[in-house]
């Protein structure tokens, strides 16, 4: 049971109630008065967004000056209660010209009934699309006078099939010259290093950009090589796999454009893509990472007055891919007073704000490359006694082009469409730091 609502009410700051709808019969109507005696005449507003006040449970938000309250009286579903709630007022605003508030309320209380209506049922939620709801709910909000120009945006040309059918997120009868699909996949790396270069933690977070440009209907298919995938395949057709390095994808969620069905029974992701720029999937992966980098710092202090800081970064991918915009930040003392460097490649400098050395590489080379920063630090020197100081890790910053380092990879995308037409696809990779850090 994803959520069932026995009522919903907009209440202003003061708790007057703007607009209410009653789905259910388990709650009585004056439910409204428990919140407002317990909850918002006790400034517990802010402690936390779910309270249970006898047999109801009260999920509220805040948007703008406007309270939203969820009543329901069953073990329901608050992360879904509070999605619905979210795409309800993205919803309003589309109406109202990008404005929610009391006001906006208050003008267009008629259509907001009818809305209500349509988007949840029996107080479970329907459909929240605006591009589809302002297909048969036509009526026009009225706008603030400060709100946003309405975009200009054509209607699908079936609105039965996306009402009933299951491609809400794309509208028939598109047609480009040129047919061509874009695909990214981006990772962050989280990283937690010792100082003699043992990782302590690490995970990667990934996700798969697309930007599709395709005429009609189409129908993709997915091929990565994460070991699940590879091994449906090879039961299939009946023969071992060869694909090379396989990979476990851990933590994965996909577009809602993705068929879940297919993609439990075969492994392959298959779907109907929006059009235009969408976000696939993410996922998370914690065995058998690429490090891109490794880093091995040495700080020694000399008395009271001065450091030296050794900080070597060895590149750990392919000789023919490189790093762009890589900085390494190597904390020190917040009473130093300057710093000679000494550097293999790049721009280091002492940055006061940030209390650390900041080591610029515009372009690292791969292939097993070493670059080395020195630094000969001083320090200000004072009678009074100071703390003992606890140095914070080190942190880089990077992105390595065509590189993952959870090894994930294309195998192959395939566009099927049946008026056949021809398609171009490109495919990147990038990897970025994420959490980045090497103890010192």
Same mark, same amino acid.
């Given at each position: 049971m994803?959520?069932?609502? #026995?009522?919903?009410?907009f209440?202003?700051?003061?708790g007057?109630?703007l607009i $209410?709808?009653?789905? /259910?019969d388990d709650?009585?109507?004056n439910m409204?008065?428990a919140?407002r005696?317990?909850?918002m005449?006790?400034?517990d507003?802010g402690?936390c967004?779910v309270?249970q006040i006898g047999?109801c449970?009260?999920l509220?938000m805040r948007? #703008?000056?406007?309270?939203?309250?969820?009543v329901v009286s069953?073990?329901?579903n608050?992360a879904?209660?509070?999605?619905?709630?979210v %795409?309800a007022v993205?919803?309003?605003k589309s109406?109202?010209?990008?404005?929610f508030?009391?006001?906006a309320?208050?003008?267009?209380?008629?259509? @907001? &009934?009818e809305?209500l209506d %349509?988007?949840m049922?029996?107080?479970y939620p329907?459909?929240?699309?605006p591009?589809?709801?302002k297909?048969?709910?036509?009526?026009e909000?009225?706008r603030s006078?400060f #709100?946003?120009?309405p975009q200009d945006?054509?209607?699908?040309?079936? =609105?039965?099939l996306q009402?009933?059918? *299951?491609v809400?997120w794309r509208?028939e009868g598109?047609v &480009?010259k040129?047919?061509?699909?874009?695909l990214? @996949?981006?990772?962050s790396?989280?990283?937690?290093m010792s100082q !003699?270069? $043992?990782?302590?933690?690490?995970?990667v977070t990934?996700?798969?950009l697309?930007?599709?440009?395709?005429s009609?209907?189409?129908d993709?298919?997915?091929?990565l090589n994460?070991?699940?995938g590879?091994? !449906?395949e090879?039961q299939? !057709?009946?023969r071992?796999?060869?694909?090379? !390095?396989t990979?476990?994808?851990?933590?994965v969620t996909?577009?809602?454009c993705v068929?879940?069905?297919r993609f439990n029974?075969e492994?392959t992701?298959?779907?109907v893509?929006?059009?235009g720029?969408f %976000?696939?999937?993410k996922?998370?992966i914690?065995e058998?990472? $690429?490090?891109?980098?490794?880093?091995l710092?040495s700080i020694k202090?000399?008395?009271?007055t /001065?450091?030296?800081?050794n900080?070597?970064?060895?590149?750990?991918f392919? *000789?023919?891919?490189?790093?762009l915009g890589?900085?390494?930040k190597v904390?020190v003392?917040?009473h130093?007073?300057?710093? $000679?460097?000494?550097?293999? *490649?790049g721009?280091a400098?002492y940055?006061?704000?940030?209390d650390c050395l900041?080591w610029k590489v515009r372009?690292?080379?791969?292939?097993?490359?070493?670059?080395t920063?020195?630094a +000969?630090?001083?320090?200000?020197s004072?009678m009074v006694e100071?703390k003992s100081w606890t140095?914070?890790?080190?942190?880089?910053?990077?992105?390595?082009?065509m590189?993952?380092a959870?090894g994930?990879r294309?195998?192959?995308?395939?566009?099927?469409?049946?008026?056949g037409?021809?398609?171009? +696809?490109?495919?990147?990779y990038?990897t970025? =730091?994420? #959490?980045?850090?090497?103890?010192?």
């Amino acid at each position: 049971m994803p959520v069932a609502a #026995s009522a919903i009410y907009f209440l202003n700051l003061r708790g007057d109630v703007l607009i $209410n709808r009653l789905y /259910r019969d388990d709650v009585g109507g004056n439910m409204v008065d428990a919140f407002r005696t317990h909850i918002m005449q006790t400034k517990d507003l802010g402690t936390c967004p779910v309270r249970q006040i006898g047999g109801c449970s009260f999920l509220y938000m805040r948007i #703008s000056n406007v309270y939203i309250v969820t009543v329901v009286s069953s073990n329901a579903n608050a992360a879904c209660a509070f999605k619905f709630v979210v %795409e309800a007022v993205a919803l309003f605003k589309s109406y109202f010209g990008g404005a929610f508030d009391e006001d906006a309320i208050r003008n267009n209380f008629v259509l @907001i &009934y009818e809305l209500l209506d %349509e988007i949840m049922d029996f107080g479970y939620p329907q459909n929240l699309s605006p591009e589809i709801l302002k297909l048969y709910i036509t009526q026009e909000g009225v706008r603030s006078p400060f #709100s946003t120009k309405p975009q200009d945006m054509r209607p699908p040309a079936n =609105a039965t099939l996306q009402v009933t059918g *299951a491609v809400g997120w794309r509208r028939e009868g598109l047609v &480009y010259k040129k047919n061509e699909v874009f695909l990214d @996949i981006v990772e962050s790396v989280n990283l937690l290093m010792s100082q !003699k270069g $043992n990782t302590l933690r690490c995970d990667v977070t990934g996700k798969i950009l697309m930007k599709c440009f395709l005429s009609g209907m189409p129908d993709l298919k997915l091929g990565l090589n994460d070991k699940i995938g590879l091994e !449906k395949e090879a039961q299939a !057709k009946a023969r071992p796999s060869r694909s090379g !390095k396989t990979i476990e994808l851990d933590d994965v969620t996909f577009h809602q454009c993705v068929n879940l069905t297919r993609f439990n029974t075969e492994k392959t992701v298959s779907f109907v893509p929006p059009d235009g720029e969408f %976000e696939l999937m993410k996922y998370r992966i914690t065995e058998g990472i $690429n490090l891109p980098f490794r880093v091995l710092p040495s700080i020694k202090e000399l008395g009271r007055t /001065r450091m030296e800081v050794n900080v070597k970064v060895k590149s750990l991918f392919g *000789a023919k891919m490189f790093a762009l915009g890589v900085v390494v930040k190597v904390p020190v003392p917040k009473h130093t007073a300057k710093a $000679n460097f000494q550097v293999t *490649a790049g721009r280091a400098k002492y940055n006061a704000a940030l209390d650390c050395l900041v080591w610029k590489v515009r372009k690292f080379p791969g292939g097993q490359t070493e670059l080395t920063m020195s630094a +000969e630090v001083e320090l200000i020197s004072t009678m009074v006694e100071k703390k003992s100081w606890t140095r914070p890790p080190i942190q880089m910053e990077f992105q390595v082009p065509m590189f993952t380092a959870s090894g994930l990879r294309v195998r192959f995308l395939k566009v099927w469409e049946k008026s056949g037409y021809s398609t171009v +696809e490109w495919v990147r990779y990038i990897t970025r =730091a994420g #959490s980045y850090e090497i103890r010192c």
